[in-house]
């Protein structure tokens, strides 16, 4: 609970103020001159100082720079009569949070009182979440560049070792296969945490060229198909006529456009159906993934952009990632969304829980290129 100081000459005054907010849970201390007040106030931290606003020996505004220059963090409420409010207001200017006027009841100073704390906690708060989202970001920018080398070169001699297939056996051609795709996944993986990561600080990078979206679209399909053949789902594309090229990051839209055929795929038993879609709308070129999967409970639809945020229970999760409730880690959306913003887009999520989901992706027709495009 908050430690409050009530500073005031008059004894009555201060003694019902402090049995007023001690009655509310709050740890108050008293001081009946300026001297005593500067003797507690540097022994203890208080999370708010209740002055009066004269003091034998001092004013409002002495009293608030004293503090101040003690305890800079601290907030401090002035008590004063009619006849003082312009110095009242004064105080307020040399840096008191506030003032309350004599007399005043107890529901009128409590109510104050919760007020200032509740906002000194969230600032607390508020502080202790950008510094810990300070150390997230430098966290994962350290893990992705100490991994990221390592793994490179490992899937750098297993390609070697790959082209080297004729020497190995069978077995073993096999066992380097799935060392190699789970490096490649391991790379990727950590490529998608460091765009979302600088997607914060507004740094992920596009390059920006002609790519013609319906082709995109049939690629990302038919490499869907080539992937996962041990699943029984029809997934087809849905497209009127061709579309226009636009300017657009074609590596960065079919890796967040396979993301979610992938997160359809984990979301749709088999037997469903998986639609992959595009359409001109004004001047933007929408993209889609529908499903008629599981879909996403309602509660749990304005979280899913937010980074490692996993709807399914990590303990149904099986660990193949195009297996019906394959394994997540909680990227593909915000990485969908990062991409998306970075070209100046918008994404649109609509689930209905039993009957499945669509994301919709947004794109600007009239992106420039990048200049270096060639």
Known sequence: MS??????????VREVTAEILSDKGYLVDQAGG????????????????????????????????????VRPQ???????????????IETMRAGAVDFIIKPFSAEELCSMVEKIIEKKELSRENQLLKVLNQMKDKFLNLVSHEMRTPLTLIYGYLTILNRQGASLSEDQNQLLEVITKST??????INNVQIINNAGTAEIKLHLNPIQPLKLLSDVLAEMKALTTDRMVNMRLEAGEEIEPINAD?????????????NSLRNTRDGGEIVIGVRRHNNHVVMWVRDNGIGIPVEE?????????????????????????????????????????????????????????????????????TEDAS
């Open 34 to 69: 300026l001297d005593d007040a500067w003797n507690q106030v540097a022994q203890k931290e208080y999370a708010l100082v209740i002055t009066d606003m004269q003091m034998p020996g001092g004013d409002g505004i002495q009293v608030i720079n004293t503090l101040k220059q």
């Open 74 to 88: 601290v907030d401090v409420v002035v008590m004063t009569g009619y006849a003082t409010l312009d110095a009242a």
């Open 184 to 189: 490649k996944q391991l790379i990727n993986l």
């Open 250 to 262: 074609s590596l960065r839209l079919r890796q967040i456009l396979m993301e979610l055929m992938q």
């Open 301 to 369: 639809q304005g979280k899913v952009f937010e980074t490692f945020y996993e709807v399914a229970d990590i303990q149904h999760h099986s660990s193949n990632a195009g297996g019906f409730k394959g394994g997540g880690i909680g990227i593909g959306l915000p990485l969908v969304k990062a991409v998306v913003e970075a070209h100046m887009g918008s994404v649109r999520l609509e689930s209905q829980p039993g009957r499945g989901t669509c994301v919709e992706i947004s794109i600007p027709a009239n992106l420039q290129p």
């Open 3 to 12: 430690s409050l100081l009530v500073i005031d000459d008059d004894q009555v």
